[in-house]
């Protein structure tokens, strides 16, 4: 009997591995695809009121004023996204093109921002200039997500002037940015100390790496906080499912179970847990934090293999970012061994519903819900646009595809 089982086994494997096989050159293709356009749009330029394209500040003519000419120059939280994927995405290939567009956006924004620099005088309308988020670094959507790329770049290419930047990103999370007494980290807007469950993502990864830069656990510990405190204020027991933020000056969560910042949650705790040392005292609750939150977004996954923009609503549409995000973070999760591999099926069902619904053949992302602010309604998450080839999905759309075909390959050896 137990021939007969190996034999099965055996003839199971010899069909299965060449259709993992298969199916990984299609996944890898898939990819390339998407990372590929980007290299493609990206033209690291300037682009005058006059209509004529400058390469360098140092070009522009007086009185002119411009623009960087496409979105994958610009610099944002969804730049840093993208910029780490890139990252992931050349060493995992071993192609040194998409590691260079990270270093050339970096380069692109260190050679040029001082001329802006020059031109702030303090004014609110620093987001107007182009780097005006590096400019100004006045939230964490100016420096979190960016300054961890830097840091991954600054371990290739060290540069003084990208470990000033560096140093002044921590700086400002840690001394600057507005925290509640406990020290979890919050805006004054739309109320007064409002936490956001966006800043996970836009502060932790970048501690964990500012950890790992310099061996200085006050960034793991800080790190550690921030993901339990949130998790204190924004999880919602009953649904298994984050709320998408908390209004502390009438200590009450918001209305909504938004997709992608459940997302930028589970991708935060992924990101720490690379990073944080294994004999950290808290690493453990981390990870049963993790494991909480991928069994209760598993429930609201849908016949497709995506979540939704209201991820217990399965009335809003279906939405790319936050299914992106749940598919890297979750066959990452496996990969690493920090969540049973029988739960590889959740991720390996989002990851075909987004090849076959939400990437076009020219490697185009579509249905992404477009940048968000908090409401008190629900009808403002339903209404919120989707758009063909917005930033929110794209790094996570790389990264889901690399966590994947590590997945299957591990798989082909099982």
């Known amino acids: ?12 494997s010899a069909i299965l591995n060449p259709l993992f096989a298969q199916d990984s050159r299609n996944d890898e293709a898939v990819v390339r695809k998407v990372a590929d356009h980007i290299i493609n749009v990206a033209s690291f330029n300037f682009t005058g009121d006059n209509g004529k394209t400058y390469a360098s500040a140092s ?14 120059g610009e610099w944002r939280y969804t730049n840093g996204v993208i910029n780490m994927a890139m990252l992931n995405l050349g060493q995992f290939l071993n192609d040194p093109k998409y590691t260079d567009f990270t270093k050339h956006h970096i380069a692109f924004a260190f050679d040029n921002y001082q ?19 590096m400019i100004r670094m006045g939230e964490l959507d100016d420096c979190g997500a960016m300054g961890a790329s830097i840091i991954e770049v600054y371990q290739i290419d060290k540069k003084s002037e990208y470990r000033g930047y560096i140093d002044k990103a921590a700086h400002h999370i840690i001394q600057e940015q507005e925290r509640l007494n406990d020290g979890t980290l919050v805006r004054r807007f739309p109320h007064e100390m409002t936490l956001w469950g966006d800043d996970l993502y836009m502060s932790v990864p970048f501690l964990a790496r ?13 790190g550690v906080r921030q993901v339990l405190n949130f998790s204190k204020y924004l999880w919602d027991p009953q649904e298994q499912l984050y709320f998408h933020n908390y209004y502390s000056d009438v200590d009450r969560q918001g209305v ?33 934090n993790l494991r909480r939150q991928i069994l209760g977004v598993a429930k609201y996954q849908d016949g497709n293999g995506l979540w939704h923009q209201v991820l217990d609503r399965s009335d ?44 076009t053949d020219d490697g185009l992302i579509k249905n992404v819900c477009v940048g968000t602010g908090i409401q008190d309604n629900m009808a403002f998450y339903y209404n919120r646009p989707a758009h063909l080839e917005d930033k929110h999905a794209i790094g996570s759309v790389i990264d889901a595809g690399v966590a994947i075909i590590k997945l299957k390959n591990s798989m082909k050896g099982d």
Not at 118 to 130: D, F, R
Not at 267 to 281: F, G, I, K, R, S
Request: glycine share 8%; net charge neutral; proline share 3%.
């Open 1 to 12: 009997m137990k021939n007969l089982a190996v034999v099965v086994f055996l003839m199971i």
């Open 115 to 133: 001329y802006f620099k020059n031109k702030y005088q303090g004014e609110k309308s620093a987001y107007s200039y182009p780097f005006g988020q």
């Open 316 to 359: 809003s549409y279906e939405e790319t970012s936050c299914t992106a995000m749940f598919v890297y973070s979750i066959a990452h999760a496996v990969n690493k061994g920090w969540i049973d591999s029988r739960y590889a099926s959740i991720a390996l069902a989002g990851w075909k519903g987004l090849k076959q619904h939400e990437i």
């Open 210 to 222: 500012m950890g790992n830069l310099t061996g200085d656990w006050k960034y793991y510990d800080d």
């Open 256 to 288: 909504a179970h938004w997709g992608r910042v459940n997302g930028w949650i589970m991708m935060a705790q992924v990101h720490l847990l690379d990073y944080l040392p294994e004999n950290h005292p808290l690493r453990k609750q981390i990870l049963d």
């Open 59 to 72: 070009d522009l003519p007086d009185g002119v004023q411009v623009k960087i000419s496409d979105k994958f």
